[in-house]
């Protein structure tokens, strides 16, 4: 049987985390790439030319509310990691953002390292990480007090939330085929306020993951710019923690 899950508490609950250092390298969910004057719009362009010079491949963009631009890339090293990992779809693109704060855009992206532990990764996603430092620069890492490999292979946020491996179930279908046909209807349709910001399909094995975006009026709790004014308050802003993820 073939399920549709979504998955974005992991990020969200290390956020706001205040979970104890573990000894050895500390991982942080996102890369600070640059802080400085100009307009996002400039800042962003520069960006997608680096990253598709430096082998990787725009499946999509979004622009959650003003003055923000993410960017999601894939590439080989990503897809490849993705098919040889369980839910390895989680993984299979990185994130890059571009905000103004007040008189500065910051670029930033998320983690390649944090992300592989988190989601549980077979590869650690090494070099994928050199190569967006590469493309985009590197400045800090920031968005969480850290976390080891191993704990983060092992986090678990509180007592009555889900593991990695325990995705909540959205809906369930006869095929992979059929589950997949079924969410591009709905997000064309733009049910609920979601539609879709990218597809990635994994290679060797039926699995696709969807970034959605959220605007639902009705429930703010399903609204993007609602829910990043509660959770994203520090200067440095971590808007690459968008888009949310279903996997088919």
Known sequence: MFKRMAQGWILASLLISAAAL???A????????????GTVAAKAAAAKKALQANGFT??????????????????????????????????????VAVTQVKNAVQVSYTNPVYMANAYRM???????????????GEERAFGAHGMSADALRHYHYMFGMEYFTDPSTLAEYSSHDAAVKALEKGLAAGRSGVTQVYRIDIPGKRETVFGVAMRSAANKYQDDRYIMHVIDFKPLKSTAYLPYEILV
């Open 58 to 95: 725009i499946a999509g963009t979004y622009s959650p509310y003003a003055n923000a631009e993410i960017i999601i890339v894939t590439n080989a090293a990503l897809k490849n990691n993705a098919a040889q990992s369980p839910m390895g779809g989680f993984g299979a693109m990185q994130r």
């Open 22 to 24: 573990a000894d050895g």
């Open 26 to 37: 500390l991982l942080k969910p996102f890369i600070l790439a640059s802080n400085g004057p």
């Open 122 to 136: 077979k590869g650690d996603l090494k070099g994928v990480a050199a190569a967006l430092r590469k493309a985009l």
